[in-house]
């Protein structure tokens, strides 16, 4: 049985791709959906000029679905491209966004294809946990009150969670940023075969959004 990994590069769903790794599955295909729309409600948008490179260094095949990233009409735009492929399952990042997670179901049920979800309802701390032991994944985006520019590049560590425990006392933030607090990029994951680099790297700032611009994967 064969399998594509939905993915923004983000920890979530590189994480998600390696569980699914772990338990035996064939991933073949890493598949990014790209929106036009920055305020898209399934898909991010921030660096993913990375995940070539990640299904570069993890010998799968790069697809990219291309969509406006308006609302139900992007899923049409994903359902279009997971149809194309020859693949049996998908495996999808979702931990607590029932949006996310009913829309890619109906997809795939509508495909005829199984539905992989590892992280569903995971506890957020232990999913980050595991995170900073497996992989090194940093914050690229941050998007609420508490979560400043000196977020950005930080490193999914034990010492940034105590961090982002602190911000949730006070913020009531979700620590896996699953309600868009923050967004990540994994640059090394055990499905690797050796950690992903950038060559530049810029802040871009927008009232309480700040976004880490990266460039140059290689």
């Known amino acids: 049985m064969t399998w594509a990994a939905l993915t923004s590069g983000g920890k979530d769903s590189i994480l998600s791709c390696q569980k699914a790794l772990d338990s035996g599955k064939t991933v073949e295909y890493l598949v990014t959906a790209r929106p036009k729309n920055r305020d898209s409600y399934?898909?991010?948008?921030?660096?993913?000029?990375?995940?070539?490179?990640?299904?570069?260094?993890?010998?799968?095949?790069?697809?990219?679905?291309?969509?406006?990233?308006?609302?139900?009409?992007?899923?049409?735009?994903l359902e279009s491209g997971l149809g194309a492929l020859d693949v049996e399952g998908v495996i999808a990042g979702?931990?607590?966004?029932?949006?996310?997670?009913?829309?890619?179901?109906?997809?795939?049920?509508?495909?005829g294809m199984e539905l992989f979800t590892p992280l569903w309802h995971m506890d957020t701390e232990l999913?980050?946990?595991?995170?900073?032991q497996r992989m090194d994944a940093r914050i690229i985006v941050t998007a609420a009150?508490?979560?400043?520019?000196?977020f950005l590049g930080a490193r999914i560590d034990n010492e940034l969670i105590q961090r982002l425990k602190r911000v949730a006392t006070t913020r009531r933030i979700n620590l896996a940023g699953e309600g868009g607090e923050y967004e990540s990029i994994t640059l090394n994951a055990p499905f690797y075969s050796r950690p992903i680099t950038y060559s530049s790297s810029e802040i871009h700032s927008k009232s309480d959004r700040h976004e880490?611009?990266?460039?140059?994967?290689?």
């Open 42 to 77: 399934m898909f991010h948008s921030a660096n993913l000029d990375v995940v070539p490179v990640i299904a570069d260094v993890a010998g799968m095949e790069y697809v990219e679905i291309l969509t406006e990233g308006n609302k139900e009409e992007e899923l049409a735009d």
């Open 94 to 111: 979702a931990v607590a966004s029932q949006y996310q997670a009913d829309r890619v179901k109906a997809i795939t049920d509508r495909l």
């Open 127 to 132: 999913l980050l946990k595991e995170v900073a």
């Open 145 to 150: 009150e508490g979560l400043d520019a000196s």
């Open 212 to 218: 880490l611009v990266l460039g140059g994967f290689a």
